[in-house]
């Protein structure tokens, strides 16, 4: 298995609190990507990154924003969290290759109350 | 834009039956297509994927192969198994797009009873 981490696992947060994820690989992969999973969506992309402090909006970008200052991780960032955003957050790993196989994180799901 | 339509669910299966679930796309350039699968509680696995027209891949009994002419990619399983119980994602990647972001159809939730 790729080495992705995800944490934390479980959060419950307050609307209008901040709140950060966390991705963490050992792959030494170049891209690196944030999705969100809700039901009757599938996976949306929300943003990702193709270096270090290299990082591009997707297509779910509002509220959002990443960092990304290691190679190794890749921040998600809720500036002022809301009902909305209550989901399950996949972070993605992938290698160039032009076939844009990736790899998944155990996902973190996040409640906003 | 590029996007996938794939069936709706739940399909709900006895052990042994065939399955076939049914992927669709559109691109403006040229598509890897993949089939991922999700248990419950984990994150997702690729399953199979297919880079070029007339392709076939297959993993673990599942197959698809990458149809132009028809702009689809069905995945199909001779024989499931109660473990083959999860949720499928049929998924996209531009290869001229150089996020190589992958892009999800809904995801179509497969039961198989004993």
């Known amino acids: 298995d790729a080495g992705i981490t995800q944490s934390p696992r479980h959060k419950v947060t307050e609307t209008g609190t901040p709140v950060t994820l966390r991705c963490h690989q050992t792959?030494?992969?170049?891209?690196m990507y944030w999705y969100r999973q809700d039901p009757g969506h599938g996976l949306r992309l929300i943003h990702y990154s193709y270096g270090v402090k290299d990082t591009d909006k997707g297509e779910v970008s509002d509220g959002y924003s990443v960092s990304r200052s290691k190679t190794e991780d890749f921040l998600l960032t809720l500036e002022s969290a809301t009902s909305s955003q209550t989901s399950v957050y996949f972070c993605?790993?992938?290698?160039?290759?032009?076939?844009?196989?990736?790899?998944f994180g155990q996902g973190t799901r996040l409640t906003v109350v | 834009g590029n996007s996938v339509t794939q069936m709706e669910g739940p399909v709900t299966l006895s052990e042994e039956a065939f399955l076939t679930i049914n992927c669709t796309y559109t691109?403006?350039?040229?598509?890897?297509l993949f089939w991922y699968v999700q248990y419950p509680g984990e994150g997702l696995q690729l399953l199979l994927k297919?880079?070029?027209?007339?392709d076939k891949g297959s993993n673990k009994g599942f197959e698809a192969t990458y149809r132009k002419e028809t702009t689809s990619f069905h995945l199909e399983k001779g024989s499931v198994q109660v473990s083959d119980s999860a949720v499928y994602f049929c998924?996209?990647?531009?290869?001229?797009?150089?996020?190589?972001?992958?892009?999800f159809g809904s995801g179509t939730r497969l039961l198989v009873r004993p």
């Open positions: 993605a790993i992938s290698e160039y290759s032009g076939y844009g196989e990736a790899f």
């Open positions: 792959e030494n992969h170049r891209y």
């Open positions: 691109a403006t350039g040229y598509p890897s």
């Open positions: 998924a996209l990647s531009d290869q001229e797009d150089s996020s190589y972001k992958l892009i």
């Open positions: 297919a880079t070029k027209a007339d």
